[in-house]
């Protein structure tokens, strides 16, 4: 068996029983204690004990063991780690072998037999300290000495970043050889850190020079340890990477890393070139509104509902109920929160929004005390050919969820909206926006609200996963627009903030989540090729498709007419404006409900157009309602005259803009 085996043999074993490392850490102390009592005798009397001090030698071995031994224990200092010990350390260590030799010279005053040598006293300290020391120091020797042997075999590697990330990044992969990473040096963009050595390492230079000194090095790897950078920053250091021909990966961002994200190292991802900051929740408010409660998520199994069930798993509800229609997704969900979050009680509850009996059915029986609404088609595209599902599912289905609320005594119900509910261009974000109206003027004690925000990075048919796919076949990674932007944020920040929205609520407010900067989705496309160790234009080509029916180039995040207020949390804004009465908006969902069965979806779209007058239907949409086609020139003289054709009653009052 090789030295190397040898070790990885004996680091396993200790892996699998901590406790026999603990132990064996132990009697490897209390030998260094007896040995140096021993050799305080030896010392003594010139390398030969008389007889007459056998006596004193026992009892002192006896009262320093028992003594030592437990004095270290109640200290702790027989726990630290040795093979990491510092300068810090030993100081503890003298501490504690001051105070033991004193204790221990007491009890031996008190029960020795008379004419205990006094030199012995302080040889006995000065070798325990030796002693202890040394042991240590010698842990420590050996680790890096077997970390250097089993380092050799790995990917030469330099850390990027020599700050408390870097330096606890050299620790792990030199702990782990398994990792198989030897790193190298570090590189540091800040001028004093050049030259310095950090536990043995240097540092190397600034980024600048990275081509370079992986040349020079034949470095493979550039662990990036900088968890602070901004979006601009990572991509910086991205394309210095890319220049030098080396791989990359990274850890988590001080964002991961407050959320509890798990510490390893790891790809990395679309999310690090946002660089967003993390997100400081008021953890006391979350606790008020969730601890203890029975909370109902509905789109459960959905990319946001489920992340929302994570969140509040962690903030120990009695219960959280998981409402869908899609009974596989709930499966996973629900094996995932037993496994990460085994006290959180789930209950996945396979139904739909749109079903009234079985919601009632469902409050009934659960009586939640907090209703997150998530549920809803959000396809844009899809949903312009699809008007009558989409009203059904997202206005109808709120109201569904919102009247059982109200029977069943909720308190707080929070509607997940999006910015597509702001002047809306199409069916989807015209449904939501009624959604929004719908919930906020209704007026009982139950608390509703809504909560707004752009699209989330990597959410189930978003254009992360599917620029993924595309590059992985070898392209091209399909844009619509060149100019094409939009608001981005993660999807656990989102889930975090409408959380803490959730808290602030009074009843009717419209929340708005702080979006950044909008991204350019064709730069976003040329990152994720980027991140794959592919070259834009090169090996992967973008191709631009052209708008698709209903979509816009940016999407705003706020009504004109409101006006944005502050909240505590420098994240979350608040929009208010004048709306329609409730009983309009019951009124108008029964029409709604009428024209669904009636299959109308003409009257549909003028419904929603005299609930959301800024809502501009699509000409996709336009030419699905209207029976014959007409030049765009016509199109406005062809819609008054349905416009006229149609019913007083749900007759709008405001014209309708084509747009393209
Ligand atoms: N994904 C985003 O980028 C984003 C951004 C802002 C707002 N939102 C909003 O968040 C909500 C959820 O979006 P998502 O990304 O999680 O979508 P998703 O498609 O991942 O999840 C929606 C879930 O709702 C379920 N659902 C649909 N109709 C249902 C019904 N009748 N009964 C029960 N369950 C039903 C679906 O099965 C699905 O699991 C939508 O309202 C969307 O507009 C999403």
Known sequence: MSTRELITGGRQWLGRTPSAGRWLARLAQA?????????????????????????????GLWIWLTVKCGLFAVAGLDRGWWRYVSVHDLAGLLFGNLAASIVAAGALLAVAPPGFPRSIYFLDFILSCVATAGLRVMARLATEAARQHAGSLGRRTLIYGAGAAGQALLRETRLNPSLGYEPVGFIDDDPSKAGARIQGLAVLGPGTGLAGIARRRGVETVLIASPSATGAQMKEILSRCHEAGVTFKTVPSLAEALAGRPTQIREVAVEDL????????????????LTGQTVLVTGAAG??????????????????LGLDTAETGLFHLERELRERFPSAAFCPVVGSIRDRRRLAEVFRTHRPHVVYHAAAYKHVPMMESHLIEAVENNILGTRNVALAAIDSGVSDFVMISTDKAVNPTNIMGATKRVAELLIRTLDTPTTFISVRFGNVLGSNGSVVPLFREQIARGGPVTVTHPEMRRYFMTIPEAAQLVLQASTMGKGGEIFVLDMGEPVKIADLARNMILLSGLRPGQDIRIEFTGLRPGEKLFEELRLNDEDALPTYHPKIRIFAGAEPGSGHMMAAAETMERLIAQRDAARLVLALKEIAPEYNPSAHVLRQIVDEPVEIGESLTRLAEAVDAAPRRIRSGSGVTIVK
């Open 31 to 59: 030998l260094a204690f007896a040995a140096s009592g021993v050799v305080a005798f030896l010392l003594r009397f010139d390398l030969r004990i008389p007889e007459s001090a056998q006596e004193h030698l026992l009892a």
């Open 274 to 289: 946002l660089g967003r900051s993390a997100i400081e929740l008021d953890q006391h408010a979350i606790c008020a509104k």
């Open 303 to 320: 990319s946001i509902g489920s992340e929302l069930c994570r969140q509040i798993a962690a903030f120990g509800p009695a219960l959280i």
